[in-house]
């Protein structure tokens, strides 16, 4: 627990209080000098015994509210409740190809890396979305569940690695199928941001899958990512990230992998989608943003969580109570008392 949200007051205060300290020492030497060029030098002091001011204490409660006043800008805090976090939301699931295929050096450093970052960059640009996250091969598997927990995300997010799941190939009918039944219980658009190379293994399969996207409000935003041209996919890799072996079929013949733009650009259009073709991490997460713009929004409460606290009022009062003291309150210093001896 941290006593005070932003501490960092304290040390505005310590400037603030030097420079009224400075300003203070400034008015008083300009004072004193226009005395001395008015009045003989017990005159004045003759002239006003009766009513000067008490400085010490009006200094006292002057930098005491200053102080207060900093202290709860400084946000003291303890204690904690429970805050119901709701509001309006859109749904989207990204699915991501894990096969060996994304392994590929046709992007630097390869096709998963740059996937990973133009995904996380998006995540931290949802901020009305409920996203949950899918890794697939020839099968589709939930990684993270629909939330709306940015640092859940990126955490499930940076844990996707090529090869990680026990099944190969690629088909993308999984994970439209595996979408289409996360997001079934949400009404209006949805939406599936599908980032792979294309190289659909089951393409018999996509006609059933986009059908029942579309009975499920799923509009497909495929992103293909690698080359026309191909490259080849490394099996074997050193301790310096040099490539040692390439991967081979089962005739002994190097796989080259190549960007399969016509699957993805049908399921696309079939589903009232877009495609994209990546780029940069930037420009991609930009346009897969625009892409998501007019999706349907559901209310509902997004969770809860706990915070400390705040408790800011308490110096706040003190500080309005000291500064109205400074300013009502002359403390003039009593007048002396005549002396009876003196009196005739």
């Not at 979408?179 to 089951?202: F, S, V």
């Not at 994209?276 to 999706?295: C, F, G, N």
């Not at 969770?303 to 706040?316: A, C, F, M, N, V």
Request: aromatic letters at 10%; hydrophobic letters at 45%.
């Amino acid at each position: 627990m941290e006593l005070f949200g932003k501490p960092i007051f304290f040390i505005y205060f310590l400037i603030a209080a030097l420079a009224a300290g400075g300003l203070w020492a400034a008015g008083k030497q300009l004072k004193n000098r226009a005395i001395n060029a008015f009045f003989a030098p017990q005159a004045y002091a003759k002239l006003t015994q009766n009513l000067r001011l008490n400085h010490t204490l009006n200094a006292v409660f002057f930098f005491a509210g200053l102080f207060f006043l900093f202290t709860a800008l400084a946000r003291p805090q303890w204690g904690v409740e429970v805050i119901q976090a709701e509001g309006k939301f859109a749904q989207t699931v990204i699915a991501v190809d894990v096969s060996s295929s994304m392994k590929a050096r046709d992007l630097k450093p390869d096709r998963l890396a740059n996937a990973k970052s133009m995904l996380s960059m998006l995540i931290s640009n949802l901020q009305e979305e409920r996203i949950g996250i899918i890794a697939f091969t020839s099968k589709a598997y939930i990684q993270c569940p629909i939330t709306t927990d940015e640092s859940a995300l990126k955490y499930f997010l940076s844990s996707l690695k090529a090869d990680m799941l026990p099944v190969p190939g690629t088909a993308l009918a999984a994970p439209v199928n595996l979408a289409a039944r996360m997001l079934a219980k949400y009404p209006g658009q949805k939406a599936l941001i599908l980032l792979t190379d294309g190289e659909d293994h089951e393409p018999d399969q996509l006609k059933k899958s986009i059908k029942t996207a579309l009975e499920n409000g799923l509009r497909v935003i495929a992103v293909g990512i690698g080359t026309q041209e191909g490259e080849l996919i490394p099996q074997k890799i050193d301790a310096s990230g040099k490539v040692s072996e390439y991967k081979k079929d089962k005739n002994g013949n190097t796989v080259v992998t190549k960007l399969d733009e016509q699957s993805l650009v049908e399921l696309a259009k079939a589903t009232n989608g877009a495609y994209i073709h990546y780029t940069t991490p930037a420009q991609v997460a930009a346009k897969v943003e625009t892409s998501l713009k007019d999706l349907d929004r559901t209310y509902s409460s997004a969770g809860s969580h706990t915070r400390y606290k705040d408790r800011y009022q308490i110096p706040l009062a003190l500080s309005i109570l000291l500064f109205c003291s400074w300013l009502l309150w002359p403390a003039r210093k009593a007048a002396p008392k005549p002396n009876p001896k003196k009196v005739q």
